[in-house]
Structure formats: C-alpha cells, structure tokens
C-alpha cells in the first residue's frame, strides 16, 4: 500500500527558505504513471497548490509562487522535496505531499494518494 | 488563471437528506474536474475525478456532473460520516475552489 510522509522543520524563520521532503514507500516514485505534488493549507482556510513534479524532473508550479518555488526528486531514495524561499507569516501552513495518477482509463485524475500533512510555522 | 467558486459556501443539512454543492469555472474546462472531501485535521481524500467518475472505494452516494463551467457534488442521502469540507479542483491549473462546508443541522 503507498503511503506517504513528509519530514522537515517545524519553524522557519521569516525571510529563510523552507525545506521539506515527502518519503514515498509502497512504490516507486519512478513509475511513468504518477506526478507528485506538493499542497498547502493555512489555519483555517482552503488548499493551494503549490506545484507538482515528474519522475523525469519536469515541473509545473503555481505561478504566483513560481520565484520562490523549486521542486526536485531523488528517485534513488524514493522521496521528492520542496523549497520556498524568501517565506513570511503567510507561508504559515499545513503541507501536504500527494500523488497524482497521469490518467486512469483514459480520464485525467486528481490527487488520489496523500501524506499527512506537516504543520510548518513561519515566525522569528 | 481560471478560477473556480463554490455555492454555497455552508450547508447545513441532516441525516438522509440529498446534499448538493455546485462549482463553476471562470472558464470552460471541459471535464477537467476533481471533487474531495476534508475531515478536520485529515488530509483530503479524492472523491471524483473527471467530474463524474468515482474513485475507487468511495460510497455510491457519491455523484458528480457537469462539463465546461459548470460542475455538482451530490450526495444522495446524507450519513453522519459525510459531515466534512467539500472542494472543487480544476485539473488543468490543478486550482482548488474555497471549499463548502456541510455541518449538521
């Protein structure tokens, strides 16, 4: 069964570049099948998302977000990881990492696979 | 950028009753269209895709329509268990509509 977790800091000072990275297990991350993407919640509010990548290295990111956002994947360790740079308090957030199947039968699908979530703090 | 808005913003409804959340598209989309549901503190879990396929394990209660800008959630007859936020996503710019939360009457 995959499953996915996402690890990094919990504080990240304003200005500083946060890093996590979402541990894929169950499967392999280098299936042509899937994206892999990264989803964030402030308190209270809805989801955004932030960008997604493909086992190839391909990225699609959220344009207002695009300076700030990289997203890269190390298929040798089976985990995909993301960094925002230049944070503020509306950075505050729970991240997700999910996946994404290409197709399935032929319709294109959404984010069927999720982590639980990491609440990361943006504060000095 | 297409958006995506949600009606109504909360709902609320009782058990067995018929549930539905409309989202509508700033543009057409064709049928590029996923629906989930979020528990509080869970992660989202993908309901439809396609705007009318069911995901794999999910309830038959569980339906979605429409095609180009305009797209509906239902539920058929509501369980306690379905009391939870409610989200649109647009599977082009993968946007998340604002969400819709239905709580108990």
């Known amino acids: 069964q995959l499953q996915l977790q996402e690890s990094g800091p919990g504080l990240v000072k304003p200005s500083e570049t946060l890093s996590l990275t979402c541990t894929v297990s169950g499967g392999s991350i280098s299936s042509r099948s899937y994206y892999w993407g990264w989803i964030r919640q402030p308190p209270g509010k809805g989801l955004e998302w932030i960008g997604t990548?493909?086992?190839?290295?391909?990225?699609y990111y959220k344009s207002s977000l695009k300076s700030r956002v990289t997203i890269s994947v190390d298929t040798s360790k089976n985990q995909f990881s993301l960094k925002l740079s230049s944070v503020t308090a509306s950075d505050t957030a729970v991240y997700y990492c999910?996946?994404?199947?290409?197709?399935?039968?032929?319709?294109?699908?959404?984010?069927?696979?999720w982590g639980q979530g990491t609440q990361v703090t943006v504060s000095s | 950028d297409i958006q995506l808005t949600q009606s109504p913003s909360f709902l609320s409804a009782s058990v067995g009753d018929r549930v539905t959340i409309t989202c509508r598209a700033s543009q057409g989309i064709s049928s590029y269209l996923a629906w989930y549901q979020q528990k509080p503190g869970k992660a989202p879990k993908l309901l439809i895709y396609?705007?009318?396929t069911l995901q794999s394990g999910v309830p038959s209660r569980f339906s979605g329509s429409g095609s180009g800008t305009e797209f509906t959630l239902t539920i058929s007859s509501l369980q306690p268990e379905d009391f939870a936020t409610y989200y649109c996503q647009q599977l082009n710019s993968l946007t998340f509509g604002p969400g819709t939360k239905v709580d108990i009457k």
């Open positions: 990548i493909y086992y190839s290295g391909s990225t």
């Open positions: 999910a996946r994404r199947i290409t197709m399935i039968r032929g319709v294109v699908s959404g984010f069927d696979t």
């Open positions: 396609g705007a009318s």
